[in-house]
């Protein structure tokens, strides 16, 4: 019994600590707003919130004087009277029920100086300067032609995926935590690039073939006008890479006697770009089927005659029999 008594007890006392400490209740100034009449009145001083309903008529200094507190923030008529009087403070701590939820609806400021430049022809970089707001800038929003595309934490933002040689404009607005949205920025107009391959690489010119020998054959060609980007040339046989050059001449040596070839280039840069293809040139390799065929009617006759020599012997009395 006695066992059982000390648990219960230490239970008793154990019991409020182990109880989850409850949050304290938040009001927003609307929900204080309703307690607006003596028989119900509470009040937000300090943002904190009090329902002094049953205070009004202890109040040493008159009902009257509290009654204005009902429903609104009482903090600069408190304050005003009682900042420093230690009996007022203690006396108001005894109605306290929670605090004031202050709820932020001012906007972050209009973004501004917004630039963009526009770098590849698949991306524009957009920067401008910081908004400021009464609590703090989450991030902005970005739009193109008028939809958000993006977000971003910081003042600036990278958009990429867009067509080259396009027109797209852009705004930036500033949001805060509590969802408040500036208006949009002024709008800037700006312009991808055009893809680098058509304004910078030629078309290869002068290609020709000539044959070395069965197993080889010699390509050359010239290079094409405002070469200065062209970091190489791709061959291609029958519209197949065969391999690569970085010089104007190429010897493809995986070629078949007795074969008919379609050569053309083409030129290609270091962000592998390529130009047109080149005047297209075909050649055949010789013919060794000539030579083959000879000594594979000489190796034919002798072993038919090897054949018949054999057989001869071995047929005679059979081809007899039939
Ligand atoms: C809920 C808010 C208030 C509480 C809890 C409160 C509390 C008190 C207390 C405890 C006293 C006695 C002070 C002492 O003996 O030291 C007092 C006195 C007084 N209060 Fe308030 N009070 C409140 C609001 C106001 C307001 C808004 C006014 C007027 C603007 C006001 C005017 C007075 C006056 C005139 C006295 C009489 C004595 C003095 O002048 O200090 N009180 N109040």
């Known amino acids: 019994m006695k066992k059982l008594s000390s648990l219960l007890l230490g239970l008793v006392f154990l019991l409020p600590f182990a109880t989850p400490a409850l949050a304290a209740n938040t009001y927003t100034s609307q929900q204080v707003g309703v307690h607006n009449v003596a028989a119900d009145c509470w009040t937000i001083v300090n943002n904190k919130v009090y329902n002094v309903t049953s205070y009004l008529t202890l109040h040493p200094g008159g009902q009257v004087a509290i009654n204005s507190l009902c429903g609104i923030d009482g903090s600069s008529l408190f304050n005003g009277k009682h900042a420093s009087n230690v009996n007022a403070n203690n006396a108001l701590a005894n109605y306290y029920v929670g605090d004031l939820l202050?709820?932020?609806?001012?906007?972050?400021?209009?973004?501004?100086?917004?630039?963009?430049?526009?770098?590849?022809?698949?991306?524009?970089?957009?920067?401008?300067?910081?908004?400021?707001?009464?609590?703090?800038?989450?991030?902005?929003?970005?739009?193109?032609?008028?939809?958000?595309?993006?977000?971003?934490?910081?003042?600036?933002?990278?958009?990429?995926?867009?067509?080259?040689?396009?027109?797209?404009?852009?705004?930036?607005?500033?949001?805060?935590?509590?969802?408040?949205?500036?208006?949009?920025?002024?709008?800037?107009?700006?312009?991808?690039?055009?893809?680098?391959?058509?304004?910078?690489?030629?078309?290869?010119?002068?290609?020709?073939?000539?044959l070395k020998d069965h197993k080889k054959i010699k390509l050359t060609w010239d290079a094409p006008i405002n070469h200065a980007s062209v970091k190489g040339y791709r061959v291609l046989r029958d519209g197949i890479v065969v391999g690569t050059?970085?010089?104007?001449?190429?010897?493809?040596?995986?070629?078949?006697?007795?074969?008919?070839?379609?050569?053309?280039?083409?030129?290609?840069?270091?962000?592998?770009?390529?130009?047109?293809?080149?005047?297209?040139?075909?050649?055949?390799?010789?013919?060794?089927?000539?030579?083959?065929?000879?000594?594979?009617?000489?190796?034919?006759?002798?072993?038919?005659?090897?054949?018949?020599?054999?057989?001869?012997?071995?047929?005679?009395?059979?081809?007899d029999k039939d």
């Open 245 to 319: 050059s970085r010089n104007r001449n190429f010897m493809d040596s995986s070629i078949v006697a007795g074969t008919t070839y379609s050569y053309t280039v083409v030129a290609f840069n270091a962000a592998g770009s390529t130009s047109p293809a080149s005047n297209s040139v075909s050649i055949t390799t010789k013919d060794k089927k000539i030579h083959a065929d000879k000594r594979n009617n000489e190796n034919e006759n002798k072993n038919d005659k090897e054949h018949d020599n054999k057989m001869g012997k071995g047929n005679s009395g059979h081809n």
């Open 102 to 210: 202050i709820i932020d609806t001012t906007t972050p400021s209009v973004p501004t100086n917004l630039s963009a430049a526009a770098i590849y022809p698949n991306q524009i970089n957009l920067t401008w300067t910081k908004s400021s707001d009464n609590v703090g800038v989450t991030g902005y929003k970005v739009y193109i032609n008028n939809s958000q595309v993006g977000t971003s934490t910081i003042n600036s933002y990278i958009s990429t995926g867009l067509a080259s040689s396009t027109s797209y404009i852009f705004n930036v607005s500033a949001f805060d935590a509590n969802g408040n949205v500036s208006a949009t920025s002024s709008s800037v107009t700006a312009t991808t690039t055009a893809v680098s391959s058509a304004i910078t690489l030629n078309t290869p010119t002068g290609l020709r073939a000539d």
